[in-house]
């Protein structure tokens, strides 16, 4: 065997071994949604059929490509989501206000089933509770399809999320403003308190004290 091959083969065996290690998985998965959902971060304004290619890794870290035929119904699920604030101190109430819009091609208004995570003490669609901690609420939309829309009537779910943060400078602000009025009390959680009681710990005109 020449010097060039005893260099060369060796290198090209490697070259093959790493082309195998690293190729890329393909699969092809099927969905359905309906008009105005958003997916992928894009939203479907039409029916018919789309394809998408998400990239990411296996849990062995291999490189994967998803292929995503996504057939769009002619039906229309409008589901969002907005909150009155977003950053907001612990113990201050929020309200999210979602909005879910459904009717077809044919004008029939259709009504979709819906529920919160985390669950809400009311599943409304205009909630509003205390925050005491940055939380993720997302709200799950199912509508069935009528049957001349979808022979399988497999229906189409939607889901939109919305992320409340908490200000983790909000007691370190109480703290650094020493001009608040002395009659004016916070927890420690940043919240304001109307009757402080005896023994417990509050901030006051920007220290810690122990309410006497």
Not at 27 to 55: P, R, S
């Amino acid at each position: 065997m020449s010097i060039m091959k005893k260099i060369l083969l060796p290198g090209l065996i490697a070259l093959a071994t790493n082309v195998s290690t690293y190729a890329v998985e393909e699969v092809h998965l099927d969905t359905l949604i309906c008009k105005e959902q958003i997916l992928f971060g894009d939203t479907f304004m039409v029916a018919g059929t789309f394809q998408k290619k998400t990239t990411g890794f296996t849990e062995s870290g291999c490189p994967i490509d998803t292929i995503w035929n996504i057939d769009v119904v002619d039906v229309n699920v409008r589901l969002r989501i907005f909150a009155s604030e977003t950053e907001v101190k612990p113990g201050d109430e929020v309200t999210l206000n979602a909005t879910i819009n459904t009717y077809d091609a044919k004008g029939r208004t259709l009504t979709p089933t819906y529920h919160w995570e985390p669950e809400m003490p009311s599943n409304v669609l205009s909630p509003t509770f205390t925050v005491e901690k940055t939380t993720t609420y997302t709200i799950f939309a199912d509508l069935d399809l009528p049957s001349d829309v979808d022979r399988d009537a497999k229906g189409c779910h939607a889901k939109e999320s919305i992320t409340i943060n908490i200000d983790s400078n909000a007691i370190d602000d109480i703290l650094a403003d020493p001009s608040s009025n002395e009659k004016i009390y916070y927890n420690m959680k940043g919240q304001k308190v109307d009757h402080p009681e005896r023994g417990n710990v509050y901030i006051n005109k920007g220290k810690k004290i122990m309410y006497k």
